[in-house]
Structure formats: structure tokens, C-alpha cells
Nanobody, 125 residues
């Protein structure tokens, strides 16, 4: 059974940092691209950051470039999202996801078909 479990969310003040982690079980992580998505109230889910199955390439949505860093450890089946200089617009539920590596465009949300339950990130201004 494939399972993704996120951790690390919480309530912080603007300017603070958080590190989200996601542990995958029931899969071999190196067979998948991995991504972080978020959904704020009343908004559609959006890709925040993604990383290819090998870790060789990364993608960030414009609003988080220079502030967020995605990384993965295939030996541990984990993906992390380091979030710095958080602001109120980053408030959302954050989800990690897996997308089969046979799909070449790891930046697309349609590539991903395994989802975690989400972790809440709230940034107070």
C-alpha cells in the first residue's frame, strides 16, 4: 500500500522558516518524481516545487523562487521543502505527491497520482 505522510507544518510569523518533510512507503522513491503542492482557501491547488526522480532538476513556482528549496533522499524515500522568509500568502495546506518517472514533465500537476493527506502552514502577518 502506497502512503505519503507529511510533517512539519505549523503556525509561524511572517519572516520565519519551516521545513516540511514527506515520507513515502510502499514505493521505491527513485521510480517517481516528487512534488510539493499547496491549496489555500478558495483557491485551486498549485504546484509549489518539484524535483525529478534523480534529483537532477528542480522547479519552483515564481512566488517561492529564492525562498523555498526542495530536496530528496531516495535512500530514505523522503522529500523535503525548506521554506524561508514566509509571508501570509504562503498560508495553505501543503501536500506532497509522487508522479511516475515515465512522465517526462515533472512540473505538471497531472503527472502526479499519489498524494499525501496534507499539512497546514499558517503564516501570521
Amino acid at each position: 500500500q502506497v502512503q505519503l505522510v507529511e510533517s512539519g507544518g505549523g503556525l509561524v510569523q511572517a519572516g520565519a522558516s519551516l521545513r516540511l518533510s514527506c515520507a513515502a512507503s510502499g514505493v521505491t522513491a527513485s521510480n517517481y518524481h516528487m512534488g510539493w503542492f499547496r491549496q489555500a482557501p478558495g483557491k485551486e491547488r498549485e504546484v509549489v516545487a518539484a524535483i525529478t526522480w534523480s534529483g537532477g532538476s528542480t522547479y519552483y513556482t515564481d512566488s517561492v523562487k529564492g525562498r523555498f528549496t526542495i530536496s530528496r533522499d531516495n535512500a530514505k524515500n523522503t522529500v523535503a521543502l525548506q521554506m524561508n522568509s514566509l509571508n501570509a500568502e504562503d498560508t495553505a495546506v501543503y501536500f506532497c505527491a509522487l508522479g511516475p518517472r515515465r512522465y517526462k514533465d515533472y512540473r505538471l500537476s497531472t503527472t502526479y497520482n499519489v498524494w499525501g493527506q496534507g499539512t497546514q502552514v499558517t503564516v501570521s502577518s
